[in-house]
Nanobody, 125 residues
Framework: QVQLVESGGGLVQAGGSLRLSCTASGRTFRGVGVGWFRQAPGKEREFVAA????????KYSDSVKGRFTISGDNAKNMMYLEMSSLKPEDTAVYYCATRASSSWLAVRVYDYAYWGRGTQVTVSS
């Protein structure tokens, strides 16, 4: 059984930084597309970033490009989302997700087969 667990969320002031982590049990991140999504109250879940691991090709939403970085650690089987210059509009629950088998970068929720339960990020103004 595949389980993803996110951590690292919290409360931060605007302009601050956070690093989210995602660990997986039951599978490795190698060779599959990994994505981060977020969902704010009353809004649909939206794409944030994706990476083809360990090749390293990545893709970002326009709203986070230049501020967020997705990466991974093979030895620890961990994926990360480094977030800087945070804005109040970044406030959301952040989810880690992996594709079932494809390594292609994907931006749609339904392209991903496995999801974590999310970690809350709150950015105060």
């Amino acid at each position: 059984q595949v389980q993803l667990v996110e951590s690292g969320g919290g409360l931060v002031q605007a302009g601050g930084s956070l690093r989210l982590s995602c660990t997986a049990s039951g599978r490795t991140f190698r060779g599959v597309g990994v994505g981060w999504f977020r969902q704010a109250p009353g809004k649909e879940r939206e794409f944030v970033a994706a990476i083809n691991w360990p090749a390293g090709d990545s893709k970002y939403s326009d709203s986070v490009k230049g501020r967020f970085t997705i990466s991974g650690d093979n030895a620890k089987n961990m994926m990360y989302l480094e977030m800087s210059s945070l804005k109040p509009e970044d406030t959301a629950v952040y989810y880690c997700a992996t594709r079932a088998s494809s390594s292609w970068l994907a931006v749609r929720v339904y392209d991903y087969a496995y999801w974590g339960r999310g970690t809350q990020v709150t950015v105060s103004s």
